[in-house]
């Protein structure tokens, strides 16, 4: 009987959205600060859609000068340009699905209802933004810059909402929702890609690393 009655007296116990409006003092309207970081949201996610045409313009000049190579059975510049394809389609499936995770950032964005769900919304992809750093360098200058600024625009939206020093800690739950964003990201991409790429002719498949320029 005690038992029972304590189950019928016990509070219910807060959303994780919940116990981060405890933890956030936020400076000035909710609304206005949402809707501008919408905006920057839509702006980055332009630039990648520009990212992304170049990488695919680029992937299908390096095809075609694929297939030139073994129509002249030059296998040495067939397995370098392979290697130099393999990595520009490697950066353009990670750019489509950053991309992808942001229009879903932005998406929860406009439906947001107070600074709680807008926090949990943006942490998921801090993690994404560090790794496009590291992965985009190498091939696309000034696009290593560029994800820098979306970080530091989602950080820094972060960063302005919460009280104090800004600590917080990152349960479970917190990380099974960033799972679901990447992973729904993820899915979207890989069907995309099957459709946006030609097959490299099967003679030029190769592991070796290339150290020379993109073309």
Do not use: C
Not at 15 to 22: A, G, H, P, T, V
Not at 25 to 33: A, D, I, V
Not at 47 to 71: H, P, S, Y
Request: charged share 25%; glycine share 6%; net charge neutral.
């Amino acid at each position: 009987m005690t038992q029972l009655k304590d189950k019928w007296t016990k509070q219910p116990q807060p959303s994780i959205s919940e116990k981060f409006n405890d933890l956030i003092k936020p400076k000035g309207p909710l609304k206005p600060r949402v809707q501008t970081a919408i905006k920057k949201l839509s702006l980055q996610i332009s630039k990648l859609d520009n990212m992304l045409t170049k990488l695919q313009e680029r992937d299908g000049k390096l095809f075609q000068r694929i297939v030139e190579a073994t129509q002249k059975h030059d296998t040495q510049t067939s397995k370098v340009l392979s290697n130099e394809l393999a990595e520009v389609r490697k950066v353009t499936k990670i750019l489509s699905n950053a991309r992808i995770a942001l229009e879903r950032i932005e998406l929860r964005l406009t439906t947001t209802n107070d600074i709680g769900d807008t926090v949990m919304t943006i942490m998921p992809t801090m993690g994404l933004m560090k790794n496009l750093k590291s992965s985009l360098g190498k091939i696309m200058p000034g696009a290593e810059q560029e994800i820098g600024q979306m970080a530091d625009m989602l950080g820094g939206f972060m960063t302005e909402s919460f009280a104090g020093d800004g600590a917080f800690g990152i349960d479970e739950s917190t990380n099974m929702e960033s799972d679901k964003i990447l992973q729904e990201a993820a899915a979207v991409a890989e069907n995309s890609a099957g459709d946006m790429f030609p097959s490299v002719p099967a003679s030029t498949s190769s592991t070796e690393t290339s150290s020379s320029k993109f073309y």
